[in-house]
């Protein structure tokens, strides 16, 4: 069964030396065009991930190097892709959407004006830490010394809802996490996470607090990261049935974080066939598998995005 995806997470864009080659067919890595078109892709959300080496005027220098790399590309292949930057832009017009993600705010110096520069350079989705502190916040590998927001951190999540950048929680302290959820307006999202219940690991999700991206109007994005999964595809499954038993199939999309793993549960970007499949032979409809494939984030970034 072949379904539209929108995809809430991959690395390939800064994963990648030489991005030309993912206009090929590949070998190696989880993700390239040709086998994401294949597999149904046509929006792929693509992070700009700032190693926590790099922090201040570093980290700045390093997604700034990354961000343009992704805008050259787009360009010479507007052919094949082009860039998500408003809500109009969801609509498909046979290209694949790539909406760019500022995965960890490192880069933004704790600085609003800094966030203002990357949204007219693309980006429209900012995912608050990695699992590091930075001037936002704190991720989960902080551990028991993990905080809430900083105040850089709430005029950050501000300014990303008055500009129309959606913000993400994966990577995200408890702490913080609830930090945010006290001073966000807007519908939040988490690109790739799955539940706590069914795989104990500290970058999944409680039931509290994935009741309360949904409460929010948010999505929670399952994605195929094995460690996160605690097994195969199968396993997967069972992440996607307690999704749906606690938030409702209406809340749930999927973020690959293909070429930011090793071994994902589903192998490519072609695979998602393969998974849809599965899916529908527990039972569940094609209209929620579509809503679980695209139509959640669709409808998500709908709200989200400037006009």
Not at 104 to 127: D, H, Y
Not at 182 to 200: G, I, M, T, W
Request: charged letters at 25%.
């Amino acid at each position: 069964m072949k379904v539209a995806v929108f995809d809430a997470h991959n690395d390939s864009l800064t994963e990648r030396e030489d991005l030309n080659v993912l206009t090929q067919r590949l070998s190696d890595g989880h993700w390239d065009l040709i086998r994401f078109a294949e597999g149904g892709g046509r929006w792929q959300i693509a992070a700009i991930f700032t190693p926590p080496k790099f922090s201040g005027i570093e980290a700045f220098a390093y997604a700034l190097h990354h961000i343009e790399r992704a805008l050259e590309w787009v360009e010479q292949n507007r052919d094949k892709v082009r860039l998500i930057l408003s809500k109009r832009d969801l609509q498909y017009d046979g290209r694949i959407g790539i909406l760019l993600s500022l995965e960890g705010a490192s880069p933004l110096m704790g600085r609003v004006e800094v966030l203002r520069l990357f949204f007219r350079l693309g980006i429209r989705c900012l995912t608050l830490t990695w699992n590091h502190r930075n001037e936002l916040a704190d991720g989960v590998g902080v551990g028991e010394a993990a905080g809430g927001l900083t105040e850089a951190g709430k005029a950050v999540v501000a300014e990303c809802e008055k500009l129309g950048i959606a913000v993400d929680v994966s990577h995200l302290s408890e702490r913080s996490f609830w930090s945010l959820m006290q001073v966000a307006r807007k519908p939040v999202f988490a690109s790739h996470s799955n539940f706590r219940v069914v795989c104990d690991h500290p970058r999944n999700l409680t039931d509290e607090q994935a009741k309360a991206i949904a409460e929010k109007g948010g999505i929670v994005c399952l994605t195929f990261v094995p460690s996160f999964v605690g097994g195969d595809l199968t396993k997967f499954l069972n992440h996607f049935e307690h999704g749906v038993k606690l938030v409702g199939a209406k809340s749930l999309g999927l973020g690959s974080d293909f070429d930011g793993c090793k071994d994902p549960v589903l192998p490519e970007a072609s695979s998602f066939p393969q998974l849809a499949k599965a899916i529908g032979e527990i039972g569940v409809s094609v209209a929620d598998i579509r809503l679980l494939f695209h139509s959640n984030l669709i409808r998500y970034f709908r709200q989200t995005l400037p006009t």
